[in-house]
Nanobody, 115 residues
């Protein structure tokens, strides 16, 4: 099994920055992709960014140029650097790890952007 612990959420004003962290433990050697999803009230959970074990990244169009996903393999941690935040970025952000067809989710961390 894989366990994910997220940190770094909070409240920020428009244009501000936050960095989310997701520390993985357990059967991490089988993880082939990690990512960040978000879910705002009344909406479906959506992919924000992902990174493969080989370092290939993918971003939602709405965050391209503003968010950066990265990983520190030595620390088994994935980061999401969020810059130029907008009110529409307000959501609960979830870390995800994929091992083949298996998905593991973190507990979620709230990000609130106010104008």
């Amino acid at each position: 099994q894989v366990q994910l612990v997220e940190s770094g959420g909070g409240s920020v004003q428009v244009g501000g920055s936050l960095r989310l962290s997701c520390a993985a433990s357990g059967s991490i050697f089988r993880i082939n992709m990690m990512g960040w999803y978000r879910q705002a009230p009344g909406t479906q959970r959506e992919l924000v960014a992902s990174i493969t074990s080989g370092g290939y990244t993918n971003y939602a169009d709405s965050v391209k140029g503003r968010f950066t996903i990265s990983r520190d393999n030595a620390k088994n941690t994935v980061y999401l650097q969020m810059n130029s935040l907008k009110p529409e970025d307000t959501a609960v952000y979830y870390c995800n790890a994929k091992r083949g067809l298996l998905d593991t989710w973190g507990q979620g961390t709230q990000v609130t952007v106010s104008s």
